[in-house]
């Protein structure tokens, strides 16, 4: 595995992308508005300008994964990555809504191939142990960042240039990286032809029901009985279960082989995901959003800004104190304590009140949970990347990220369900949304008894 230098150059490609990547699935949200504006979206369309994003990229994170390890890293990360950037292009110049809606569908599904390669390219140049530990860590903290600071640089951008600038930015970035990586990522082995053949059939299935389950959860505010909801949600879990039988009884070359559920490191730590999910991967940002805005009245920029204290303690506890602490406790016991640690700062969440103001009511709640979730990040991620051969390393990084996304989009559904937020004329419950998510991050410390015990060091 390489290291040093070349790692280097590796991980900050690796980065570069991922932070592209979950950048922009809410960079354009506070530039709905002048979209609107602009091209005469109606209010029912103008929703698809971010879902039409988190449709494709959740669809096809699986598929992305595989296509990794059959056609080669960095084939793969090249083809990700000039999608996104070229699909970019086309929804920063869009003239009408049809163009930007595919645009950004579009760059879903570049995504989705690029975000599984930047990790899997990660786990393959770092050999286990402190160095891929630190490693892991940084692209860890550049996620976290991105997702941060989407709404802070999306307010930005919109403010002072325009909402186009949202997409467009990703273009320059796009292209030093496409030349960067042309020259420092090396050529993958090439699989034997046998092994090479895509399970299409699995493909189709995995991608079709993720895609269906997506669908359904952006229109859990209709209500969980509506039909466009529960139609899509039972043909998306059909359309799993099916895929489930596929890949365990007929397929040769499975998308997600099964082996990877017989290692207890990614069995248990895509659970602990899930749950860890379902808190931060969206429904933190959604609630907190809806409090600096419609309780404290902050503008857009504002708002971003207000994020600050949570990325930076997310960072600071994730890439500078867990990797030395890997060292001296197991991942698992950095896991349960960062999950309990959260919980307990949802719980001083909760009793945030219209009278609570920023100080009281957002920093103090965001120093002890975000320090919590930086606690148990890296070793989450390495744990659910742990002991996986070269050749399974996408599918491993795939199924990683479509937890991660299944997690989020039905946490924040069922926390919209519980909290009265799907009702436009009743008040938000923050008091229970948030403590339904100390509930949930103490089931994953509970959960996360079952992974095994290890340090960075042990074979």
């Known amino acids: 595995m390489r290291q040093g230098r070349t790692g280097g150059a590796v991980l900050a490609l690796a980065c570069a992308a991922q932070l592209m990547v979950v950048l922009d699935v809410s960079v354009i949200n506070v530039a709905l508005p002048s979209i609107q504006a602009e091209l005469g979206f109606t209010p029912e369309s103008l929703q698809w300008v971010a879902n039409g994003y988190l449709l494709t990229f959740g669809g096809f994170l699986l598929l992305g994964g595989r296509l990794a390890d059959l056609h080669g890293r960095r084939r793969i990360f090249l083809a990700g990555l000039a999608a996104f950037s070229a699909a970019s292009l086309v929804g920063g110049l869009a003239t009408g809504p049809a163009a930007l809606i595919a645009a950004r569908a579009a760059q879903g599904l570049g995504a989705a191939v690029l975000a599984p390669a930047t990790l899997s390219m990660v786990t393959t140049t770092f050999a286990e142990g402190p160095h891929r530990t630190r490693a892991l860590a940084t692209w860890t903290a550049v996620s976290v960042a991105g997702g941060a600071a989407g709404n802070l640089v999306g307010g930005a951008l919109t403010e002072f240039l325009s909402w186009r600038a949202t997409l467009l930015i990703n273009v320059p970035i796009g292209a030093l990286a496409l030349i960067s990586a042309a020259r420092v990522l090396a050529a993958d082995r090439p699989l034997a032809a046998r092994e090479t053949r895509l399970d299409l059939p699995g493909s189709i299935l995995a991608t079709a029901g993720l895609t269906c389950l997506t669908y359904g959860v952006t229109n ?98 994730g890439r500078l104190l867990t990797p030395w602490l890997m060292r001296h406790a197991s991942g698992r016991t950095l896991i349960v304590a960062g999950a309990l640690i959260a919980a307990a700062g949802f719980v001083w969440q909760s009793r945030i009140d219209a009278d609570s103001g920023y100080l009281a009511g957002i920093l103090g709640p965001a120093i002890v949970f975000s320090f919590g979730g930086g606690l148990l990040n890296t070793p989450l991620t390495t744990t659910v990347t742990a002991g996986t051969a070269a050749t399974e390393a996408g599918a491993a990084a795939g199924l990683m990220n479509t937890t991660k996304q299944i997690g989020g989009a039905f946490g924040l559904a069922a926390l919209i369900s519980i909290s009265g937020t799907q009702d436009p004329q009743a008040p938000v419950d923050y008091a229970t949304a948030f403590l339904a998510s100390a509930g949930i991050l103490v089931a994953a410390g509970v959960a996360a008894a079952a992974l095994p015990a290890r340090r960075d060091g042990d074979r």
């Open 220 to 317: 859990v505010p209709l209500g969980w009985t509506a039909p466009q909801t529960l139609v899509p949600l039972a043909t998306g879990v059909a359309a799993l279960v099916l895929f489930t039988v596929v890949e365990s009884r007929f397929a040769a070359s499975p998308l997600v082989p099964p082996q990877l559920f017989r290692n207890r490191s990614i069995a248990a730590g895509n659970a602990v995901m899930l749950l860890v999910g379902a808190c931060f991967q969206a429904p933190m940002w959604y609630f907190l959003t809806l409090y600096m805005q419609d309780v404290l009245h902050y503008t857009a920029l504002q708002t971003g800004l207000g994020f600050l204290p949570h990325t930076l303690v997310t960072i600071a506890a």
